[in-house]
């Protein structure tokens, strides 16, 4: 009888079956419930020890079913206009991330944003004569503005901001969740100038039942039917009415990037970055909560409760997501270095938090056993992310891991590991982890 070729898979694809069996398969030992003492100081260390090339100093602290950050799986660069070093995840629409360690600045250059595209982006665009619509049932005065109109009737701000794609952080859960399998990288807080968007909205008057704000974009669905939108979103109009919901036309002083909305894009920071439409033409004043493309269930919705990983969730049980949850990032170093142990390392990076602030960012070098504080900066302004920077000296040659976590100013803490599942694997905001190689 021939015998059968085993089937060939990845280590994220074994992982994401089943950790624990992953665990047992890999490194020949069983567990003990989540915990992997014991687990790794017989066979299991040493298989995984070889495998890493180096000895694990708290190997007694690693929890089970985790996949070591150095073997982090990496995808290939592939080239995008005004873009440099980014991920793409997918070629039709464009979505491309960017690695951890290439969003170190504290303002994130043009050529580092990533891009989430639902559609395709309009051609030939002339800034000049762009007209960006103001309508809905619950405008008084509906009209239109030309770039140059909105920059000479209102006032102009710059303000730092911070977007996030709802879905940053999708690819670890499990089972896996449909959609772009994003890393940490779908994140960036660069300067926007633009004029504020509830000096419109009072320009143009709202009626008194107006309740919500949809917009509509000039990019066209991938399926070339111009009568389909690609995606159409909005927020309440409590929250576009606040001084930081703006209508911008520059990114970091120059014409926004064509991925990321030239000439004209909304820009409702704190929230999934659906909400602030790009290629922006047309805004509507809502006397309910905007029905536009994507606004239902599953699209950028939640359970309202916790629900069992895989499950089936009805969209009468789902909630659409607003703020972000609190988050942090390591950006220094790049994951996966050498560093002579004897050297003090530096670590950097940042943290966010939805609509609120980050009060502490924590580091641990021990697999979260123990968390040492860093030295955090304000924010440049309401609903930019904030930067933080500390040190560690590790103790001895090995592996190590660095562990990020951060506290927003309501208490509230980022998990060790992924949190609740849900169906299109939205708001992970695990602690983020960065190989080191000890010498």
Excluded at 49 to 77: N, T, V, W, Y
Excluded at 184 to 212: K, Q, S
Excluded at 234 to 242: F, L, N, T, Y
Aim: overall charge neutral; glycine content about 8%; proline content about 8%.
């Amino acid at each position: 009888m021939k015998r059968q070729k085993p089937e060939v898979t990845t280590l994220d694809a074994l992982y994401a079956d089943d950790p624990i069996a992953a665990d047992r398969l890999l490194w020949g030992r069983r567990t003990s419930g989540l915990s992997r003492r014991g687990f790794l100081r017989k066979s299991g260390l040493l298989s995984m020890s070889a495998a890493l090339g180096a000895a694990i100093p708290f190997a007694r602290f690693m929890p089970a079913g985790l996949i070591p950050a150095a073997f982090a799986a990496e995808s290939a660069e592939t080239e995008i206009e005004g873009k440099e070093g980014l991920i793409v995840l997918n070629t039709r629409p464009i979505n491309a991330e960017t690695p951890a360690h290439l969003l170190d600045d504290a303002i994130t250059p043009n050529h580092r944003m990533f891009v989430r595209n639902n559609g395709i982006p309009p051609e030939a665009v002339d800034p000049d004569t762009w007209t960006l619509e103001i309508a809905g049932e619950s405008c008084l005065r509906p009209q239109s503005f030309t770039i140059a109109d909105l920059r000479s009737r209102f006032e102009e701000v710059t303000l730092q901001l911070q977007l996030e794609c709802g879905g940053n952080g999708r690819s670890e859960f499990v089972p896996a969740a449909s959609g772009n399998q994003w890393t940490t990288g779908a994140i960036g807080c660069p300067m926007f100038t633009g004029v504020r968007l509830r000096d419109v909205l009072n320009y143009c008057g709202l009626a008194e039942d107006a309740v919500y704000l949809g917009y509509y974009g000039a990019d066209t669905h991938t399926s070339g039917d111009p009568d389909r939108d690609p995606i159409s979103r909005g927020v309440p109009i409590v929250k576009a009415m606040e001084r930081e919901s703006i209508i911008a036309w520059a990114m970091n002083g120059e014409d926004i990037p064509l991925q990321n909305g030239y000439p004209l894009r909304l820009i409702c920071a704190g929230w999934p970055g659906s909400v602030s439409g790009k290629w922006l033409n047309k805004l509507v004043v809502r006397n309910q909560i905007h029905d536009g493309e994507k606004m239902a269930a599953p699209s950028y919705t939640v359970p309202a409760e916790p629900v069992a990983p895989g499950s089936r969730v009805p969209p009468s049980q789902m909630r659409i997501i607003e703020s972000m949850p609190v988050k942090s990032l390591v950006t220094f170093p790049q994951s996966g270095i050498s560093h002579d142990f004897r050297q003090r390392l530096t670590v950097r990076g940042h943290a966010w938090a939805g609509d609120n602030q980050i009060s502490g960012v924590f580091i641990s070098i021990d697999f979260g056993a123990t968390w040492l504080p860093t030295a955090l900066n304000p924010a440049a302004n309401r609903l930019a992310w904030q930067n933080w920077e500390t040190w560690v000296q590790l103790p001895e040659p090995g592996y190590y891991e660095i562990w990020a976590r951060a506290m927003d100013d309501r208490g509230r803490s980022q998990p060790m590991v992924v949190p609740g599942w849900n169906p299109r694997g939205y708001l992970n905001n695990a602690s983020h982890r960065v190989a080191v190689q000890a010498v």
